[in-house]
């Protein structure tokens, strides 16, 4: 699905954020991504998504066998990829159907008016979404909790193949996290997508169990393992995590 080799991103700025960080993910598996603050996790996933007005870059970013390194955001969008960003932007002017309409269309995902209100009405039933959310601006008015229901009916309507959620948790409470879990867990059950997760808790872990837990620092990625990597992380914190031997981290 993912392969990332030998990437350096540094900062419009010169400064050095991620260098010679390699990854892997296949098919149908769930990647965390943990680390202090400032080391770089939301830059990987902005980096994947092709931002280069904020980033220099070099290395490569392989996806579904292609070289995806040098593509402009739109065009690594329709191949698949989505990010949920820590607090999705407002819209005003542009509603959630005229913009989901477009990007089916721009993917090639052509539907007539009657399939595509007959789909978007079934998500939005399905996530529980507000009717009048679809002839809303994007986010617009919404709260938090709102905003990211509302980036799962562009999940299901878009149909990625990998998932970016960064910070995912942050500014939901309890039972708003549980409900977004649970929606993408049966996203990814229905689709087989991979998914890719910025987080410092365990709470979105429990609902989403990953195959993989990776510890970023100074630039790279220091720790690899399952998800007791991600439990003795919150019990001990990343210093007690470094600690892990060597026959631990290949768990």
């Given amino acids: 699905m993912l392969q990332i080799k030998n990437l350096t991103v540094n900062s419009k700025d010169k400064k050095e954020i991620l260098k010679d960080l390699n990854l892997e993910i296949n098919d149908n598996e769930v990647h965390v991504i943990m680390g202090q603050n400032g080391t770089g996790k939301s830059t990987l996933c902005k980096t994947i998504l092709g931002d280069r ?7 490569k970013i392989i996806y579904d066998g292609e070289n995806i390194t040098d593509l402009p955001v739109s065009e690594i969008a329709k191949k698949g990829i989505f990010m949920l960003f820590q607090n999705p932007l407002e819209i005003p002017g542009v509603t959630n159907a ?15 008016i009657f399939e595509f209100n007959k789909e978007i009405n079934e998500v939005i039933k399905k996530i529980d979404l507000p009717k009048e959310f679809l002839h809303r601006g994007i986010n617009e008015r919404m709260s938090g909790g709102e905003r990211k229901k509302n980036e799962m009916l562009h999940l299901y309507m878009l149909k990625p193949k990998l998932i970016m959620l960064d910070e995912l948790d942050s500014g939901l409470d309890i039972d708003s996290l549980k409900s977004i879990t649970k929606t993408i867990k049966e996203y990814k059950k229905e689709n087989n997508c991979s998914i890719i997760i910025i987080t410092h808790h365990l709470n979105i872990l429990e609902g989403l169990k990953p195959d993989k837990v990776h510890i970023i620092n100074d630039g790279k990625i220091a720790v690899s393992g399952n998800y007791d990597l991600a439990k003795k992380i919150e019990k001990e914190g990343f210093s007690g995590a470094f600690n892990i031997s060597a026959g631990e981290e290949n768990e």
């Fill in 53 to 59: 007005i904020n980033y220099d870059v070099k290395g």
């Fill in 98 to 112: 005229e913009m989901l309409r477009l990007a089916l269309n721009e993917r090639g995902m052509h539907k007539s």
